[in-house]
């Protein structure tokens, strides 16, 4: 099956700073990328969509400018949580997907926990 | 958007029982239907999945019911083992777009 790799797999960061944390699809392009962020015993919750060579399309509520996302490649999309504070504490995980109507999974990275102080 | 509601949010079964989440999808341009296990601190692993075109998918202990018309599908897990507890998410989509999870059920099997 398809390989997802984030890195880091977890960062302990001071308020204030930014924090940025990569997503790559090891052995295939992935032309759609998903940002998802999980609170503890919560939900996966769609943060943005990103296609490769094109802005993100943020979800209703997120923060474009706190979280910024770059997909200038195939196989590798970025997630900077900028001037992270307390709240922005969380799992991070992004997902792949070939991007083609007649292929529907998804394929998601091992996630990142982020602990802001 | 779309809004996926699941229930239950807990569900606790004797080892070798059936255990069956039921979630709801308010778009009915949805027509994928994924189901995913995740254990604590880890990646979201797909189990089964269904597309619109289909009513019903088994594998081997796991099996998906779809409704399209009531807007409603399910998952049956059957023969319970302890290794089965864990958080299920069910998910639903449009093509190829992003997924809306449904809001979870911790399943645990009792030995």
């Known amino acids: 099956g398809a390989v997802v790799s984030q890195h880091p797999s977890w960062v302990i960061c001071k308020s204030g700073t930014s924090v940025k944390i990569e997503c790559r699809s090891l052995?295939?392009?992935?032309?759609?990328m998903f940002w998802y962020r999980q609170f503890p015993k919560q939900s996966l919750m769609l943060m943005a969509t990103?296609?490769?060579?094109?802005?993100?399309?943020?979800e209703q509520g997120v923060e474009k400018d706190k979280f910024l996302i770059n997909h200038a490649s195939l196989t590798l999309s970025t997630l900077t949580v900028t001037s992270a504070h307390p709240e922005d504490s969380s799992f991070y995980i992004c997902?792949?997907?070939?991007?083609?109507?007649?292929?529907?999974?998804?394929?998601f990275g091992p996630g990142t926990r982020l602990t802001v102080l | 958007g779309e809004n996926v509601e699941q229930h239950p949010s807990t569900l606790s079964v004797q080892e070798g029982d059936s255990a069956v989440i039921k979630c709801t999808y308010s778009?009915?341009?949805?027509?994928?239907f994924p189901w995913y296990k995740q254990e604590l601190g880890k990646r979201p692993q797909l189990i089964i999945d269904i597309r619109s075109n289909v009513g019903e998918k088994k594998d081997q202990r796991i099996a998906v019911t779809l409704n399209k018309t009531a807007k409603h599908f399910s998952l049956h897990i059957t023969e319970t083992q302890p290794e089965d507890s864990a958080v299920y998410f069910c998910a639903a989509s449009i093509a190829g777009n992003q997924f809306y999870f449904g809001t979870g059920t911790s399943l645990t099997v009792i030995p």
């Open positions: 990103s296609n490769e060579g094109s802005k993100a399309t943020y």
């Open positions: 997902s792949c997907s070939l991007g083609r109507p007649s292929y529907n999974e998804q394929f």
């Open positions: 778009d009915s341009a949805s027509n994928y």
């Open positions: 052995d295939f392009q992935a032309t759609t």
